[in-house]
């Protein structure tokens, strides 16, 4: 009897990506191990067992179901290291603001930006997030993502906070996909601790004595993340709260450099951070100081891009220095509002001069070891989870040439559907 529950067969191309299950760093990255004429087995749990000519894996696997991807490309589901999809309402009118001159920072001290995010989700149940949310992800695995991190931080409460990480819980429950779970309740200092008598010292008070210990309590979250920028948590107070929340289990993950330099990427490396993300900002110091590190320098174009930023993150001098360079969404309300990962793939090739094949293994076994699970997404390969993307294109350089465009025709999970036609 065949130990083969499904086999993927009649592909033009398979980007295997296949490796060493860490992050990839410099000239790694140019391999994105594209196979042609081959099919990939799948076991009844899920897992890859072989990759190998289409005749071979037929002939050992005779009782097999078969998809057939029909001349299609096979890729590793995308991981999507970075998103902020838990929130109610779009912040449609601050592109406007933007657009009339108006700065990221000013439109948060207008009362705006994160902090209308916050208002509206604290005014929403948790069955209305979950709901929200869904349809949201829903999107995103129809554009080939199949590992998404999820952040709370629109909380900036005890009990917000607390909430939105239930809904991430109830979340990867619900759905057919892996979702990874970061605690981010220092997004921003919240208005009412920015005047007497509350002060952001108390804030900071909270999250480190009552938020991260819920957190941790409940197992809530596997990250605790940190907006560390000038303007909203300096690099001490990032320290701060990231070795309490190490004290509590957590990996770390860090916001770092995005819109000014504060030194937040020699923190990352520092504090031995699984991932420092944006670093549109970062200096030639942070670039050598995560060179020396295992971190992963996660980057995210779609943000500069939306922002209309003139400056990306210098991907060229990150991939040179030898830094593990990986490819995110930031999928959010206000900064970037796309669901659409070949999108990125898109910018990354475009705005941050990667090549196709550096695109995907940031996009694949790169943002895996940014949520610390390159030992099993990231790659088809034997022993891997059987999480694959069917994208309707002969060659694998079309999916980020046709930008904008939806190619992907189905995803799978463990070898089971997450997104049909």
Known sequence: MSDAA?????????VTCAGPARGRRGAEMSDAGVRERVGVAVSADGRIIAVAPDAEVRSAHPRASVVDCAGGVLTPGFVDSHT?????????EEQELRAAGVGYLEIAKRGGGIHSSVRDLRARSEDELVALAAARLRRLAAHGS?????????????EAELRTLRVIRRLAAELPLRLVPTFLGAHEVPLE?????????????????????AVAKDGLARFCDIFCEPGVYSADEARTILTAARGHGLALKLHADELENGAAAE????????????????????????????????????????????????????????????????????????????????????????????????ATVNGAAAVGMADQVGQLAPGYFADVALFDVADHREIPYWYGDRRCLATWVGGRPAHAP
Do not use: W
Not at 84 to 92: K, L, M, T, Y
Not at 194 to 210: F, M, S
């Open 193 to 213: 601790y920015r005047e007497a008598p509350r002060t952001r010292a108390e804030y900071i008070a909270l999250l480190v004595h009552e938020m991260l210990p």
């Open 267 to 362: 923190l990352a490396a520092e504090l031995h951070a699984t991932s420092a993300d944006h670093l549109a900002a970062i200096s030639e110091q942070g670039i050598a100081a995560l060179a020396r590190s295992g971190t992963v320098a996660t980057l995210l174009p779609g943000t500069m891009l939306f922002l209309g930023r003139p400056k990306q993150a210098p991907a060229r001098a990150l991939i040179s220095a030898g830094c593990a360079v990986a490819l995110a969404s930031d999928f959010n309300p206000g900064t970037s509002p796309t669901v659409n990962f070949p999108l990125v793939l898109t910018l990354g090739v475009s705005q941050l001069r990667l090549s196709v094949a550096e695109a995907f293994v940031a």
């Open 146 to 158: 199949t590992t998404i991190e999820v952040k709370s931080g629109y909380g900036l409460s005890l």
């Open 6 to 14: 499904t086999l993927f067969v009649n592909a033009a191309q398979v």
């Open 84 to 92: 902020h999809a838990i929130f109610g309402r779009p912040r449609h």
